[in-house]
């Protein structure tokens, strides 16, 4: 079982950036792929970016490559979305998610966080 608090949304002006953290609780954190999902209002929630266990490999949406980057840090339990160059598109809620491997986890994940609201302004 994987707990997931994600933390870090507000708001910021376009081209600026913003660092989510997703605290996680349970031994068993640095064996799940990790993951960031964003729901804007009236959309889908689509997948951001994933990483896998060691932090090795990383996986992102053509949407956000080259603006977001995906880390963890597993001796604290934590996953981290460092944004930056956003774009009034980016405005949405982010969930932080955690599954058994890189493919479950941008398709199904198996936890997900409560959320955390990103506004971006024009």
């Known amino acids: 079982q994987v707990q997931l608090v994600e933390s870090g949304g507000g708001l910021v002006q376009a081209g600026g950036s913003l660092r989510l953290s997703c605290a996680a609780s349970?031994?068993?954190?640095?064996?799940?792929?990790m993951g960031w999902f964003r729901q804007a209002p009236g959309k889908a929630r689509e997948f951001v970016a994933a990483?896998?266990?060691?932090?090795?490999?990383?996986y992102y949406a053509d949407s956000v490559k080259g603006r977001f980057t995906i880390s963890r840090d597993n001796a604290k339990n934590a996953v981290y979305l460092q944004m930056n160059s956003l774009k009034v598109e980016d405005t949405a809620v982010y969930y932080c998610?955690?599954?058994?491997?890189?493919?479950?986890?941008?398709?199904?994940?198996?936890?997900w966080g409560q959320g955390t609201q990103v506004t971006v302004s024009s």
């Open positions: 998610a955690a599954g058994d491997n890189t493919i479950r986890v941008r398709s199904t994940p198996d936890y």
């Open positions: 349970g031994r068993t954190f640095s064996t799940y792929a």
């Open positions: 990483i896998n266990w060691s932090g090795s490999n990383t």
